[in-house]
């Protein structure tokens, strides 16, 4: 089974953070850039990051590139998404995705995870 799973996830006043794991099953990631998207309640589904396949790039959305840090170790086929200075307008399910080779626009993944659900609340 080719699978992502995603964790972390869960509620948090704002200011707070959050540290999203995502793990590979059936396949290996080295091989693949690695994004993380979010779909907030009612909107479409927005990309925020992507990390090249040895780690030396990283992209950022503008609208959360000073509070989000996108991270991987291929030795435990994983990814991470730190999320610093929550607010609530980051609230969202957040998924991971692979994507062969390189990070480059659009939306046509190889593989997506099911999500993990962040809640930004007082």
């Known amino acids: 089974q080719l699978r992502l799973k995603e964790s972390g996830g869960g509620e948090v006043q704002p200011g707070g953070s959050l540290r999203l794991s995502c793990v590979a099953s059936g396949f290996i990631l080295d091989g693949y850039a690695m994004h993380w998207w979010r779909q907030a309640p009612g909107k479409e589904r927005e990309g925020v990051s992507c990390?090249?396949?040895?780690?030396?790039?990283?992209n950022y959305a503008d609208s959360v590139k000073d509070r989000l840090t996108i991270s991987r170790d291929n030795t435990k086929n994983t990814v991470y998404l730190q999320i610093d200075s929550l607010k609530p307008e980051d609230t969202a399910t957040y998924y991971c995705?692979?994507?062969?080779?390189?990070?480059?626009?659009?939306?046509?993944?190889?593989?997506w995870g099911k999500g993990t659900l962040v809640t930004v609340s007082s």
């Open positions: 995705a692979a994507q062969q080779r390189n990070c480059r626009g659009g939306d046509s993944m190889d593989y």
């Open positions: 990390i090249s396949t040895n780690g030396a790039i990283t």
